[in-house]
């Protein structure tokens, strides 16, 4: 039986990975679908939302765990999971990045923008007026993330989209070769995605290569629109 800790990206919540979970657990194992701190049920003021709580959050979940995790991160999320394995490396099996960002050592948001070709996810954002937080301006949401979403699904997750704090934007990881490089990765890139699009993906492993890379045709979001075909891939793992 594996542990998979599924952690979600920028403005969603543990809702995201709803249909990804039951899945998992039908096959035996156990899944958990994290809130950060900011998002879902997690509800703290936005001027504590950082990635270093990310990070303890996700930290101690993975500790509670009877035995290593597969530690999975979507979006900006691969920006948690990269510190918790720095911090833990002898509690994970996997690390998965599933369309996510993968930062090496002092390497924020902002560094790995560099690879995203015509697209500008910086110009979609709408800072607040006190530059804590930011949402997406509206007609942005549906190309970006959920292309080719059911329009029950887009407006299930229109509705439960929040603010995403800028400082994890802001910061470095800061990694090592002696704990985060002994941590096997596996990467899922998502063919269709236009808020990380492919050539920023595989530029991403051209850099920083990973003993597996999955491939799925989908948006941004392939556990609301490939939930199924996602937690094959998870499986195989």
């Known amino acids: ?45 936005m001027v504590d939302v950082t990635l270093d709580n990310y990070v303890d959050h996700v930290c101690g979940i993975c500790g509670a765990q009877d035995g290593k995790v597969i530690l999975i991160g979507h979006s900006l999320g691969g920006m948690t999971i990269t510190q918790v394995a720095e911090r833990m490396p002898e509690r ?15 390497e924020t948001r902002a560094d790995l923008a560099r690879f995203e070709g015509d697209v500008d996810i910086a110009s979609l954002r709408v800072i607040s007026g006190d530059g804590l937080s930011a949402t ?15 329009d029950a699904d887009y407006e299930m997750a229109l509705a439960k989209l929040v603010p995403q704090a800028t400082e994890p934007l802001r910061r470095a990881v800061a990694t090592t070769p002696g704990k985060f490089g002994t941590v096997r990765r596996a990467y899922i890139e998502c063919l269709r995605d ?9 530029a991403m492993i051209g850099v920083q290569p990973c003993a597996r890379v999955m491939t799925l045709d989908s948006d941004h979001s392939p556990f609301l629109s490939a939930p199924e075909e996602l937690a094959d891939h998870l499986l195989s793992l």
Request: one cysteine or more.
């Open 1 to 45: 039986m594996s542990i998979y800790i599924l952690v979600h990206g920028a403005y969603h919540g543990a809702w995201c990975y709803a249909k990804v979970v039951p899945l998992l657990e039908a096959a035996g194992h156990t899944a958990i679908a994290v809130d950060l701190p900011g998002h879902g049920d997690n509800l703290v003021p």
């Open 92 to 106: 994970i099996d996997w690390l998965v990045y599933l369309t996510a960002l993968m930062p090496r050592n002092g």
């Open 136 to 150: 997406m301006t509206p007609d942005s949401i549906r190309p970006t993330f959920y292309g080719e979403c059911s």
């Open 194 to 202: 236009h808020a990380i699009p492919i050539a920023m993906q595989r």
